[in-house]
Antibody, heavy 116, light 107 residues
Framework: QVQLVQSGAEVKKPGASVKVSCKAS????????INWVRQAPGQGLEWMGW????????NYAQNLQGRVTLTRDTSTSTAFMELRNLRSDDTAMYYC?????????WGQGTLLTVSS | DIQMTQSPSTLSTSVGDRVTITCRAS??????LAWYQQKPGKAPKLLIY???TLESGVPSRFSGSRSGTQFTLTISSLQPDDFATYYC?????????FGQGTKVEVK
């Protein structure tokens, strides 16, 4: 069965960076892209970006361009999301989700807390 | 960027009621729209894609429709398990955007 397993919760100080992983199993990793979606406490869903697991092509949300980088390691079927220059309003649950269109499979989420 | 405007933000309703949630796109998006259900502390669950195709395993009381740039999620007879927050999502050309969400709560 398709599974996306994310790395554990993180606590970071403002200005720091974080790198979250998303390990895929149960399907051919290179056949689907991976999206990253975040959700601030009590707020809605925000699409952050997408990476092709096949060739590494990326698209980023305009408001995060320059602070976020998506990468993948095909040898371990793992996707990564790095967010730099963290601010308090980056505190959120971060999800990876498989899909080229609709997102049928999601990771369990990684809670990032940014606090001094 | 395409904006998705979802309404209402909150819906107070009862078991057995027919529920309708609307999402309007700022420009034509063909039928590239999905609906998700999210419960507290959980990842979203895909309900409908391509505006009206029911995801496998989703109960048939959920349905989706399109009229131009307006999209509708209908729950024909609300069940206790359906109290949750619902989001629409546009997808096309490797870009995605979500509506603001609709919380379906107990009246």
């Amino acid at each position: 069965q398709v599974q996306l397993v994310q790395s554990g919760a993180e606590v970071k100080k403002p200005g720091a960076s974080v790198k979250v992983s998303c390990k895929a199993s149960g399907y051919t990793f290179g056949s689907y892209g991976i999206n990253w979606v975040r959700q601030a406490p009590g707020q809605g869903l925000e699409w952050m970006g997408w990476i092709s697991a096949y060739n590494g092509n990326t698209n980023y949300a305009q408001n995060l361009q320059g602070r976020v980088t998506l990468t993948r390691d095909t040898s371990t079927s793992t996707a990564f999301m790095e967010l730099r220059n963290l601010r308090s309003d980056d505190t959120a649950m971060y999800y990876c989700a498989r899909g080229q269109g609709p997102m049928a499979y999601w990771g369990q989420g990684t809670l990032l807390t940014v606090s001094s | 960027d395409i904006q998705m405007t979802q309404s209402p933000s909150t819906l107070s309703t009862s078991v057995g009621d027919r529920v309708t949630i609307t999402c309007r796109a700022s420009q034509s998006i063909s039928s590239w729209l999905a609906w998700y259900q999210q419960k507290p502390g959980k990842a979203p669950k895909l309900l409908i894609y391509d505006a009206s195709t029911l995801e496998s395993g989703v109960p048939s009381r959920f349905s989706g429709s399109r009229s131009g740039t307006q999209f509708t999620l209908t729950i024909s007879s609300l069940q206790p398990d359906d109290f949750a927050t619902y989001y629409c999502q546009h997808y096309n050309d490797y870009r995605w955007s979500f509506g603001q969400g609709t919380k379906v709560e107990v009246k």
